[in-house]
């Protein structure tokens, strides 16, 4: 009987496995759109934005979130990224923070892209980098390229030599130590240089950035972090938006 007893036990075991699901296959981009669509088109999104139904809405965002994402799409992330729309549409109330998410892939939503470089890598911007492995492009001081890294924060004072090393806020690396942000007016030739609070205008000037309801042109310049467009040539810093059918944010939403 004991005999009979293993060998039908391992047969069960042998069968139980061939019947395990396969690995599903990482989404691709469209999948993911689709699922981004279906997160956004909220109850409240279809009701405010006055969409036709729920499918109509799904449609347009879908077509909307092909077009922002990138093709370097890569799975490792998303569901970070999928939570966090629907946090941000759940009721049709954004903060500059989610506007980021939303309308230029801001965090969680920035680490979709696997970029062609790897660490250690020479790049640009971050989207050089291979974002889902956490990487980043860690420029240094008034420099235009960096390297691909995980970066760590040293505080004021300390040593950042090191590739992967930027300094905390109100504070840059100069490419060997963390030094004080320079003031407004002072001469600059990146954002980093200039703190939290200013930014690196046209003229090579740190500058405050502009207050909400400033008219303005990139996001860098608002304090908010955001510079929406509400038509062909008005656009301004704001800190909120909360969709209507007049909104321009609508527009991919019904």
Do not use: H
């Not at 993911?32 to 799904?58: G, Y």
């Not at 996001?219 to 909104?247: I, K, M, Q, W, Y």
């Amino acid at each position: 009987m004991g005999k009979y007893f293993w060998i039908v036990s391992a047969l069960g075991l042998v069968f139980g496995c061939a019947a395990e699901d396969p690995e599903p296959a990482p989404r691709t981009r469209e999948d993911f759109c689709r699922q981004w669509a279906s997160a956004a088109c909220s109850t409240e999104v279809v009701s405010v934005c006055q969409a036709t139904d729920a499918a109509s809405c799904r449609l347009s965002q879908q077509s909307f979130c092909v077009s922002l994402v990138p093709s370097g799409f890569a799975d490792d992330q998303a569901d970070a990224c999928l939570d966090a729309v629907g946090d941000a549409y759940a009721d049709a109330d954004l903060t500059a923070a989610e506007l980021l998410t939303v309308m230029r892939l801001g965090p969680p939503c920035d680490k979709l892209v696997r970029g062609p470089k790897t660490r250690g890598q020479l790049c640009d911007e971050d989207s050089d980098c291979d974002a889902p492995a956490g990487l980043e492009c860690v420029i240094k001081g008034s420099g235009t390229n960096g390297t691909c890294e995980k970066p760590t924060i040293k505080m004021p004072g300390l040593s950042c030599a090191a590739a992967q090393e930027i300094c905390t806020d109100g504070f840059y690396c100069n490419g060997s130590n963390c030094i004080e942000a320079k003031s407004e007016g002072e001469l600059c030739s990146t954002d980093q240089e200039c703190g939290g609070d200013a930014y690196c205008n046209p003229d090579g000037e740190c500058e405050e950035r502009l207050a909400v309801g400033s008219a303005c042109v990139i996001d860098n310049e608002c304090a908010s972090g955001v510079c929406f467009r509400f038509g062909a040539e008005d656009s301004s810093c704001l800190d909120r938006l909360r969709l209507s059918p007049s909104e321009p944010a609508c527009e991919n939403l019904r």
